[in-house]
């Protein structure tokens, strides 16, 4: 059995590829190019292509006072992980409060995604947020890698991914919620980067894209007491959208607290809200994904 101290030290060199994979190549004309991190899935990881969709955007857009206020990416094709990913970036609009941005994913000449992000001068004005949920504090709760020790082979898929990002659940993750016998309305995770990020807001705006494409999945199977691993479950992400409400430090600890308010004819919806640890709401997410459940016989 493997310990949860050597599953954390395995993924202790997962952040500096993180910033790697969002540290691309500048194509010219408005082209970037990003690799794959040495941990990859059968396809490209979604989060990773919005990621790395808003960091070449961002490159593009000149002012500091702008920043990312939403984020809406369709994936068309799954991603060949052997293979370096294009980013186009088309500019639709350059204000000095506002900006626009188109990006084209494509490998191989063929379209894997496409991207709008729009970029606002953000001044004050009205203010609210939405009320955190109540959870225990990410310190007090285990680290992802406790919850593997005892099921590493059927959570290989999670085990041998790349694990930048620190995740505590303040629910039990799927794959306990099951062996408990819970069926769980919604998720809540504490998340935050293993390392220090950069001091730009684009690398945290990146951060926070790469990281809410995981977990959001897990309201739409854990309503129905189905796990990951456990269940033979096939998901894709189909679209993902971001809405950045306020400055964010994902260097920091967040609360990403989702639920699904719906399924059917194989797809599920799911939303998402960030919180800081103030309590303050700093990022808003919404996703459909394909999602086939196939009974074991």
Known sequence: MTSAQSLIDDASGDFQELLGI???ADGGDGTFIGQHPSKVGSRTYGGQIVAQAVVAAGRTVKS???GL???QTHFIRGGDVSLPIEFQVSSLRDERSIANR???VRQKGEVIATALLAYFHSRPGLEHSSQMPAVPEPTALPELEETFVGMEQELSLF???LRPIDWRYANNPSWLAKDAGEALPHNRVWMKTRGELPDDPRAHEAALAYASDTTILDSIITQHGLSWGFDRIIAATLNHSLWFHRPVRFDQWHLYA??????AGLRGFSTGAFYAQSGVRV???AQEGMVIHRPRK
Request: proline share 8%; charged share 10%.
């Open 22 to 24: 969002l540290d691309l």
């Open 64 to 66: 500091p006072a702008l």
């Open 69 to 71: 206020h939403t984020a």
């Open 102 to 104: 188109h990006v084209l």
């Open 159 to 161: 085990v041998e991914a």
């Open 258 to 263: 989702t639920e699904s308010p719906a399924a």
């Open 283 to 285: 990022a808003s997410s």
